[in-house]
């Protein structure tokens, strides 16, 4: 794909838009980007669709001017960013059939190229990183870098996650020198919970249940204890990462209930298991050691259904390395 500047060209109106439910790297892409044009390209007249962007992000440059319902607008060019496929638009899906032009930047291995042009790098942490690659860095401020800097800082999991590359933190350090608050960014945007929040995460960890010989871990929250505690689903973030970081586990599980017996299903895994396929069975996708979809049932309907693939992956490394021990 070509650099973004060149792809402007003759651009007078674009959309910018993300997926249901955003999280930072969402957010922080599309913002990123609105910002870049905002910088350099004025005569451009961009709107920003997010389904609720979270307040923990109104630090971001242009957060308040963020749309969350849908205009009937035809643009010359909508872009997509983090975006895996055209049923996780969200509120600018209704844009698509009347553009100009569609584009998707993303680095989801399970996108669906469902764009005009679709640019994925799904070894990339985020998909602020792979914006980054199509930005004239000289031309990048420092609300820009702000922007891509949270976007990658929260989806690589402040650099730990298998995801993150040297070139992660090449791109990290050349925003870091645009002048970036980065201590007070890892703070707000990935570290700090409201009180509810701890009690939320808190109360999961200690109603979670071990299965597979304690290789996996569970972690559930119905919809009446959201409804309790007063909870938006953006309070369940980072509640599966601690789940996983428990000792020997291989796969952490987590469920919350959008609406009786429908459940957003959030996976993480090591090197053992590849939960995106796990994902794409049930009609979600995401990354290889991090992957999510919608489920409806039970919940033990829901966990009997993930743990049979989950086992299945695991006895076959099993099977692998008793194979080559064998030979």
Known sequence: MKKIDE??????????????????????SCLGLYQYL????????????????????SYLPGFSEVKTS??????????????SSEERIGVAAPLLAKAGKTIC????????????????????????????????????SEPCAEALYTG?????????????SPHTMRVAAALMEKGVPFTRIIEDAFFKKTYVQN?????????SIMLLDKQCIVGIVRKKVMDFYGLTTGDMDGIVSQLKNTEGVHV???????????????????????VSKIAAVFGGGGHIRAAG??????????????TLYIEKQLLAEEEEETTEEEA
């Open 105 to 140: 930047i993303d680095h989801h291995v399970t996108n669906t190229e469902y764009c005009e042009i679709n640019h994925v790098e799904p070894d990339a942490s985020s998909a602020c990183e792979v914006l980054f690659g199509l930005l004239e860095e000289e031309k990048i």
């Open 252 to 274: 952490a599980i987590f469920l919350y209930e959008l609406e009786p017996q429908v459940f957003k299903v959030s996976l993480r895994s090591d090197e053992l298991v590849d």
């Open 70 to 83: 849908c205009e009937e607008k035809a643009y010359d060019l909508v872009v997509l960013l983090d975006v």
């Open 38 to 57: 905002r910088d350099n390209r004025p005569e451009i007249q961009a709107d920003v669709y997010l389904e609720d962007p979270r307040p923990e992000f």
């Open 152 to 164: 990658i800082v929260t989806d690589s999991g402040v650099f730990q996650y298998s995801s993150t």
């Open 199 to 207: 009690q939320i995460m808190g109360r999961t960890l200690t109603e």
């Open 293 to 306: 979809c919608t489920m409806s049932g039970s919940p033990y309907d829901v966990i009997n259904n993930l």
């Open 7 to 28: 792809i402007l060209n003759g651009v007078s109106c674009m959309a910018i838009a993300g997926h249901v439910r955003p999280d930072g790297d969402c957010i922080g």
